[in-house]
């Protein structure tokens, strides 16, 4: 059972919009930045979004990232098939002194 | 480019020993904070450790399940850092990754490819 815990898949259609989301704690999520990555099948994880909304150079202005008190979201617009991945979340947790990630989403475009 | 390649997994008994290489290249390796992370085939990611910047202390910090075990290392000579890994448990069983940055100020920002670790008898 993870500490930040993620839905275990989700799914779209190509072009639509799909939302992903991670539940927290007032230790981790609640009082630090969150951070998004995307691992392809068979591939090193890659950073999506940090400090909760930032997009670093070269990731498509599709993916956004928010957070509200304890939770936090990834949205992706306009799915595409190569978005088909495993995405989890990660934040410092004050309680455990280092950052914990999400148990992650398999997401599936159908 | 950004390159971080590691090395030196492979089998080995409970109750051993093994130690990872993190080679980077492509950036100012002496000013990153070094990370390792571990993915057991098929699951989640897990953080193991970290080494900051000697500019920012060079401070060591590691996950409970790994502490006292475990010692990361790093030669900024050689661009290198080093996870040294004793009395390995079956559970230690994962892909391990290295990755530079701050979880909390620009994330996990790059990431090597990884190095599989198998502790079986």
């Known amino acids: 059972q993870s500490v930040v815990p993620q839905p275990p898949s989700a799914s779209g259609t190509p072009g639509q919009r799909v939302t992903i989301s991670c539940s927290g704690s007032s230790s981790n999520i609640g009082s630090n930045y969150v951070s998004w990555y995307q691992q392809l099948p068979g591939t090193a994880p890659k950073l999506l979004i940090y400090?909760?909304?930032q997009r670093p150079s070269g990731v498509p202005d599709r993916f956004s990232g928010s957070k509200s008190d304890t939770s936090a979201s990834l949205a992706i617009s306009g799915l595409r098939s190569e978005d088909e991945a495993d995405y989890y979340c990660?934040?410092?947790?004050?309680?455990?002194?280092?950052?914990?990630f999400g148990g992650g989403t398999k997401l599936t475009v159908l | 480019e950004v390159l971080l390649a590691e090395s030196g997994g492979g089998l080995v008994k409970p109750g051993g020993s093994l130690r990872l290489s993190c080679a980077g290249s492509?950036?100012?390796?002496?000013?990153?904070?070094m990370n390792w992370v571990r993915q057991t085939p098929g699951k989640g990611l897990e953080w193991v450790g970290r080494?900051?910047?000697?500019?920012?202390?060079?401070?060591?910090d590691y996950a409970a399940p790994v502490k006292g075990r475990f010692t990361v290392s790093r030669d900024d000579l050689k661009n290198t850092v080093y996870l040294q890994m004793n009395s390995l448990r079956i559970e230690d069983t994962a892909f391990y990754y290295c990755?530079?940055?701050?979880?909390?100020?620009?994330?996990?920002?790059?990431w090597g490819q990884g190095t599989l670790v198998t502790v079986s008898s």
């Open positions: 400090r909760n909304n």
């Open positions: 492509g950036f100012t390796f002496s000013n990153a904070w």
């Open positions: 990660a934040a410092w947790d004050d309680r455990l002194s280092g950052p914990v």
């Open positions: 990755a530079t940055g701050s979880i909390s100020i620009t994330g996990f920002d790059y």
């Open positions: 080494i900051k910047s000697k500019p920012d202390g060079g401070t060591i």
